[in-house]
């Protein structure tokens, strides 16, 4: 059986490997009551959803429960390195910890990562103290290249956000585990629908998922939550474990050995 390593991400260490989002919930109880049946330890939340200069108003930060959360602020609906740094630096000063996962996407329709804007504002955050969980394609090269930047994991994408399909193409996130998860933790990161996907990612061997619509979106967000923590819970176990080889024959689950004939 595979060692159980533990989970680091820059100065911070997790239990759970099942990361969770905020957006899109009905209410703010109900995305209280899921995360916490989840039992996740890392919570990401918009900064632009949240009113940091009102403290009077009602956010949803107000509902998490920040001995039991750590908060990992994002960069949502920024489109350029600029506004990625400077909404980052905004979240810093305002007491959330040096964690930060870097979006930056610009292409309304697909919402893409721009891997060029990606990759530098990796490079300037991580040079100014920050622990950047950058979002990014499923492309081995521009994984090393965010690496190389400084990124303290790397988060590709399944498929498209919220789209819930799950995998797409298993070909090059299994390839950027087999290269780099030994170096920072790969987190797979949007388009999972269902625990079995979840279940899916860690049996390749990534070292979390993020969910956040799969979850929020589903008819019983709590009982999903506990389904998808489940999911990570398995397929982790299934990846410790070590999976049969796949053959092309079949082979008798019984011994033959001494059977009368």
Not at 194 to 212: F, K, R, T
Request: hydrophobic share 45%; glycine share 8%.
């Amino acid at each position: 059986m595979r060692e159980d390593k533990e989970l680091k991400v820059g100065k911070h260490t997790f239990k759970s490997r099942l990361f969770t989002g905020t957006g899109k919930y009905a209410t703010f109880q109900l995305m209280k009551d899921a995360l916490a049946e989840s039992e996740s330890e890392l919570v990401t939340f918009a900064v632009r959803r949240v009113n940091i200069d009102n403290p009077n108003e009602e956010s949803l930060l107000d509902y998490l429960d920040k001995s039991k959360f750590k908060l990992l602020p994002n960069t949502a609906g920024c489109a350029t390195v600029d506004e990625a740094v400077r909404v980052a630096n905004i979240a810093r000063a305002a007491g959330f910890s040096d964690l930060v996962k870097l979006e930056v996407i610009n292409d309304p329709e697909t919402l893409l990562p721009d891997v060029v804007g990606t990759i530098e504002a990796t490079r300037v955050l991580a040079a100014d103290g920050f622990a950047v969980m950058p979002y990014t394609t499923g492309d081995p090269v521009v994984a090393k290249k965010l690496i190389d930047a400084g990124a303290a994991a790397v988060m590709p994408l399944a498929s498209p956000i919220g789209s819930g399909q799950g995998f797409i193409d298993f070909t090059y996130i299994k390839l950027i585990i087999k290269r780099f998860g030994g170096i920072v933790p790969i987190v797979v990161d949007a388009g999972l629908g269902v625990p079995s996907d979840a279940a899916q990612a860690m049996e390749l061997g990534a070292d979390a998922v993020l969910i956040n619509t799969a979850i929020a979106k589903a008819d019983d967000p709590v009982a999903m939550a506990r389904a998808m923590k489940l999911g990570v819970q398995a397929g982790r176990l299934a990846y410790l474990a070590g999976r049969i080889a796949r053959t092309e024959i079949a082979s008798p689950s019984s011994p033959v050995e001494g059977v009368i004939k």
